[in-house]
Antibody, heavy 116, light 107 residues
Framework: EVQLVESGGGLVQPGASLKLSCVASGFTFSDYWMSWVRQTPGKTMEWIGD????????NYAPSLKNRFTISRDNAKSTLYLQMSNVRSEDTATYYC?????????WGQGTLVTVSS | DIVMTQSPTSMSISVGDRVTMNCKASQNVGSNVDWYQQKTGQSPKLLIYKASNRYTGVPDRFTGSGSGTDFTFTISNMQAEDLAVYYCMQSNSYPNTFGAGTKLELK
């Protein structure tokens, strides 16, 4: 059974950094592109970016590219999202997804709240 | 960025109704549109990929159509368990972008 489990969310102060993780199981992680998507409290969905199966290529939403970094450790079947200089508008639930044409598998999400 | 304009924002429906919602892309996205269902408290679930392909295990009352800039998602015989928010997303060009969602509510 495919499982994606995000972690690392929580309350963080504006300007701080945070690293989210997504542990994958039930499939060969190194065979798939992976992505991060976030959903604001108002339910707006925003694609953050994705990463090639070997980690050699990433794409980002232009508005986030300078602050967010996606990486992966295939030996650990883990996807990461490094967030820096976070802002109140980064408050959202962050999902990792497995990409195979479409995002058929999503994690349960991890909530990030940016507030002082 | 490609803007996906989804309509309507919400619909009041009854069990058994035929439900149709639309997504209009600000530029040609070919057939690269997916439809997701999100129930309250759950993660999104893929229903339709590449505009018209039903994902594994998705009931045939869910259908998608369209290409280019205009896409339609239909539930042919609304069931109570279909109450959710539905999102379209284009993956034709980066960054992928979502519609704002259509919320189905009981009349």
């Amino acid at each position: 059974e495919v499982q994606l489990v995000e972690s690392g969310g929580g309350l963080v102060q504006p300007g701080a950094s945070l690293k989210l993780s997504c542990v994958a199981s039930g499939f060969t992680f190194s065979d798939y592109w992976m992505s991060w998507v976030r959903q604001t409290p108002g339910k707006t969905m925003e694609w953050i970016g994705d990463i090639k199966y070997d980690g050699s290529y990433t794409n980002y939403a232009p508005s986030l590219k300078n602050r967010f970094t996606i990486s992966r450790d295939n030996a650990k079947s883990t996807l990461y999202l490094q967030m820096s200089n976070v802002r109140s508008e980064d408050t959202a639930t962050y999902y990792c997804t497995r990409v195979a044409g479409a995002s058929a598998y999503w994690g349960q999400g991890t909530l990030v709240t940016v507030s002082s | 960025d490609i803007v996906m304009t989804q309509s309507p924002t919400s619909m009041s429906i009854s069990v058994g109704d035929r439900v149709t919602m639309n997504c209009k892309a600000s530029q040609n996205v070919g057939s690269n549109v997916d439809w997701y269902q999100q129930k309250t408290g759950q993660s999104p679930k893929l229903l339709i990929y590449k505009a018209s392909n039903r994902y594994t295990g998705v009931p045939d009352r869910f259908t998608g159509s369209g290409s280019g800039t205009d896409f339609t998602f239909t539930i042919s015989n609304m069931q109570a368990e279909d109450l959710a928010v539905y999102y379209c997303m284009q993956s034709n060009s980066y960054p992928n972008t979502f519609g704002a969602g259509t919320k189905l509510e009981l009349k």
